[in-house]
């Protein structure tokens, strides 16, 4: 098998790329919207409860309706699952992780198609829907060669006249519930590693962007996944999330999204229901404060460029996102003066425009919290950009905000402390490099990180002291690449599970030791 290389996105300065995007999102807008069943034991189910998806830059456009799971959805689920799990983890490794070379393959061949329900269901200008789709496909082919390096001979101290082997099992039904940011990656992602492993699984997908995440499914299904393996049961969260944590047949629950869900959804599972003969597991990778640090001596435009590609890119949705830059004080106004250029030089627009740098945020209920967050900016720091709804031809259906940045923001103000998850962006004066990095380690969050210095010294300090489980010097803290920089974060930020790391697929296995004592010819049969 080739050795794993990261897909590359696709080049959108192309003229035929450019132009096959915007045939696929017209294909996409001329099919009309679309009614997508729930997948249970590979049976397609519907409720007559529908959650709408709607296109968070025209929020008249209905892209489609997806079937509302409730209990009773739930539960047959868990039983399908259930049912499920006694064949598919008994099938060789090399069978399942060939179902996730087939899925990637699939992916590839749905490329613009897929790039386009990215774009128009989650607000992603192409590169970023591309971007999103590439790292599904590198999360397929990782975790698929990541399998069979589990399932080979485990090193074990030998001893004589005994025959030891430690193999890796699955655990059993798993809940994956991903968040709507990455809808196609890290829904992605969290499927494949635990189906790969053996496990079956009760799929929640993100009431912001079903859609996709029944792309996935369909995708999973061509490329022969066993009906029971992947349930898909997209529901309120509220609704069903409480019922599927806590029932006593599901084994361990791999989350992705806030710190305040996922730590209900650790406490639910803590508690043992009746019937339940094991520990539940929890993954939970939660939110970001993430900080940039400039040294006095850094290169100022490479800090500020980095500054404002992490802080809007995806309009600030993405968990690795800046969402504060200390600056120290030599180079304070400079940076703060070209971070402003930059983020007024963005344009904000819809997607489909190739021009557009900053599309709309999820939704309605995201334009209100974010806009919360920057009238309490108002009265904590200086507003140097943006600050407000985005106007002008296509916006008004939309939930555009201008990419908004507050200059002079105490370490300890809110905006400084509590993730926002939208365009905004605090920016911190510090008097030397210590001050920067107590600033940096102030809040309750340990995700990402970055430090633009050409001090050898002050870099080696960041790297013991600087707390963040992705921490990059001299460039921006998004982008991470699958098996290049495995993701995951400190403290709130959550369990540190390093998605696109060797450590990750271990999460949903247990290891077993059977120990052979080595009889004579004429002792065994
Ligand atoms: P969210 O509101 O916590 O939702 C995440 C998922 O949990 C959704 O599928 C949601 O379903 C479900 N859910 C809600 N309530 C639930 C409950 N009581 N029980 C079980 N599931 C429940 O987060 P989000 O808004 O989708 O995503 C943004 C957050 O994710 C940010 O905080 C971001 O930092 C974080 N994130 C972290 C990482 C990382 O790797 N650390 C990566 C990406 C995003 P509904 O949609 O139906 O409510």
Not at 390 to 399: E, I, K
Request: glycine share 10%.
């Amino acid at each position: 098998m080739e050795l794993f290389r990261n897909e590359q996105i696709l080049d959108f300065s192309q003229g035929a790329n450019r132009d096959g995007i915007a045939h696929a999102i017209a294909a996409l807008l001329d099919q009309g919207p679309e009614d997508v069943p729930l997948k249970i034991g590979g049976e397609r189910v519907v409720t007559g409860r529908w959650i709408e998806s709607r296109d968070p830059g025209d929020a008249r456009r209905l892209l489609g309706r997806v079937a509302r799971a409730g209990a009773p959805e739930a539960l047959r689920a868990i039983a399908a699952a259930d049912g499920a799990f006694r064949t598919w983890s008994r099938t060789p490794p090399a069978d399942r992780s060939a179902v996730l070379h087939r899925a990637a393959a699939i992916i590839r061949r749905r490329r613009l198609e897929l790039d386009a329900l990215l774009m128009l269901e989650a607000g992603k200008v192409a590169l970023e829907a591309d971007g999103d789709l590439a790292e599904a496909i590198d999360f397929l082919e990782f975790y698929a060669r990541e399998m069979l390096r589990y399932a080979g001979e485990q090193p074990l101290v030998k001893l004589a006249g005994e025959a030891n082997a430690l193999t890796y099992i699955p655990l059993g039904v798993g809940a994956v519930i991903p968040p709507w940011n990455f809808p196609l990656a890290i829904l992605a992602g969290m499927t494949a590693a635990a189906v790969v492993t053996g496990n079956t699984v009760v799929l929640k997908p993100s009431s912001e962007t079903p859609l996709i995440g029944w792309r996935l499914a369909e995708v999973l299904e061509e490329a022969g996944l066993p009906a029971g393996v992947v349930n898909f049961v997209p529901g309120s969260g509220s609704e069903i999330g409480d019922l599927i944590v806590q029932h006593p047949r599901i084994r361990f629950i791999s989350f992705t999204g806030s710190k305040e869900v996922g730590l209900r959804i650790n406490e639910l599972a803590a508690r043992t229901s009746e019937g339940q003969i094991w520990i539940k597991r929890v993954v939970a990778e939660m939110g970001g404060k993430d900080s940039i640090i400039v040294d006095a001596d850094a290169d100022i435009t490479a800090a500020a460029d980095g500054i404002v590609a992490s802080a809007f890119g995806y309009q600030g949705q993405k968990c690795s996102a800046c969402s504060r830059a200390i600056i120290l004080d030599p180079v304070y106004d400079e940076v703060v003066r070209r971070v402003v250029a930059g983020a007024g030089a963005l344009r904000v627009g819809p997607v489909e425009d190739p021009a557009t740098r900053v599309g709309p945020v999820i939704g309605e209920g995201a334009l209100r919290s974010i806009s919360k967050y920057i009238e309490i900016g108002k009265g904590e720091g200086r507003l140097v950009a943006g600050g407000a709804r985005a106007q002008g031809p296509g916006l008004d259906n939309g939930f555009f905000l201008e990419p908004t940045v507050f200059a002079d923001v105490h370490p300890k103000a809110r905006i400084s402390q509590e993730e926002i998850f939208g365009p905004v962006l605090a920016l911190i004066r510090a008097r030397d490099f210590d001050q920067a990095l107590a600033i940096a380690n102030n809040t309750e969050f340990g995700l990402t990180a970055a430090v633009y210095s050409r001090s050898r010294a002050h870099l080696e300090k960041a790297r013991v002291e600087f707390h963040a489980g992705n921490l990059y010097f001299n460039r921006k803290c998004t982008g991470a690449l699958v098996g290049v920089h495995p993701f995951g974060g400190f403290n709130m930020s959550g369990t540190d599970s390093k998605a696109g790391g060797r450590d990750y697929l271990l999460l949903f296995l247990q290891a077993k030791l059977v120990s052979e004592k080595v009889l004579g010819p004429r002792e065994v049969q």
